[in-house]
């Protein structure tokens, strides 16, 4: 069952509160937004009548009135998201809340193009929602992560590297037309950046590495995600100094990605005559002291830190959080701190956490759940 979110104006604000678990009570939505507490009973009362809301605990008075808990119903609805890789996608389920109902991963090939992709990711979530969501409850919304660029404007593809066909593909108007619900859609590094920053809720300003097969990464300012144009946080094309040029997917010389990838580095290692799949495989190496690939991971360490060094005097994040398949060879958060505190201000890094992300594999769906909510509270 699809069915959009029945909620105008105030309303959404007030849902929105209580999903994110800012407000249980009447009160504290009145405090939270600024209207009058009349105002707030007669739309709660309304979120409750759409069976959106459940108040627990009325009517029970021991001395004072103790206030009445509010929460999400359980049959407010889902959302379906993906986030697509180049040879995987992460598909989950989750509640207004973002908590998942499910999550499962499933083999798919990106450079099939567009349609059979996304038709792919479709099917999946028809079959999960038959499996895992009771009869009733809705599906709100729809969203997938793109790793490529993504115009917020036409929610379009725009000149993504190795996604074969998918230049100017319509991704959204394609899910919009199965499903007529809001529709997400979102470059993976900013999905991941916004799930993030849920987990560093005393910071506001994050920059949120992902190193995987690619490389990207997403920027959140006063807590929120910073899209900028579409391509903003987008690290991937900056030139790297290097003594051996190497062209980048993008047709330029030397670009961060060309060195410092998962798919750079696994096309070093293949040259070398050691096997490697994927980039997880770079990681085993790693962990198995294979000296070239840790040599590898260190120097694309290296070269990722010499270009945040620039971002980091510039934007002065309070966090600098690594994430994506890479990361988990330790050599390349270390290579990154060692590049970032030697060659950046002492203003710049005396607070400054270069961490590995918190949020783990799922940040990507867990950012897609909250963005996906905000598209289906205000109808878009
Ligand atoms: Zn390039």
Redesign the pocket.
Known sequence: MNQRLPVQGAQGDLLRLVATGRAESRAELARLSGLAASSVSLRVEELIDAGLLAEEGSGTSRGGRRPRRLRLSSGAGVLAVADLGSHHVRLGLLDLSGAPLVIEERGCEIADGPQATLDAIADAFDELLAEHVPPGTPLRGVGTGIPGPVDPATLRVVTPSRMPGWNDFPVADHLAARYDLPVLVENDANLMAAGEARWWPERENLMVVKAGTGIGCGVVVNGRLHRGRGAAGDI??VRVLSDDSIL???G?PD?L??HASGAALMSVLRGSGIEVARTADVVTLVNDAVPEATSLVRTAGRRIGEVLTVLVNFFNPDVVAVGGSLSAAEPLITSIRAAVWERCLPLATRDLEIAPARAGRDAALLGAGALLLDAALTGR
Request: glycine share 0%; with cysteine.
């Open positions: 991937s094309h980048c997917a993008c330029h670009c990605e060309a």
